[in-house]
């Protein structure tokens, strides 16, 4: 059974800065992409980011691109997510998502994403 486990959510001020982590179960974890996205309110899900499975490769939405880091640590079946620069405009669900990397389709859409995590809430306050 294939779990993944968001934490590190909470409430930031504009600016500011949290690490989310993502902690995954049940799978070859060094044999899948993972991936970020993001769901604010009355809004469809966002791509944040992907890394490959040797984390030599990384993709970002363009709202985020040089403000977040996605990272991987495959002896720990983790992936992070550095978020800095915070904006209002981050505030959603964040979800941590898998898919295999021998899987086609975009990295930015979330339908190639086999398993997903419960969601973690990231507030930014202005």
Do not use: H
């Amino acid at each position: 059974q294939v779990q993944l486990v968001e934490s590190g959510g909470g409430l930031v001020q504009a600016g500011g800065s949290l690490r989310l982590s993502c902690a995954a179960s049940g799978l070859t974890f060094s044999t899948y992409v993972m991936g970020w996205f993001r769901q604010a309110p009355g809004k469809e899900r966002e791509f944040v980011a992907c890394i490959n499975w040797g984390g030599a490769y990384t993709y970002y939405g363009g709202s985020v691109k040089g403000r977040f880091t996605i990272s991987r640590d495959n002896a720990k079946n983790t992936v992070y997510l550095q978020m800095n620069t915070l904006k209002p405009e981050d505030t959603a669900v964040y979800y941590c998502a898998a898919r295999p990397s021998s899987k086609s389709g975009s990295y930015y859409s979330p339908a190639p994403y086999d398993y997903w995590g419960q969601g973690t809430q990231v507030t930014v306050s202005s």
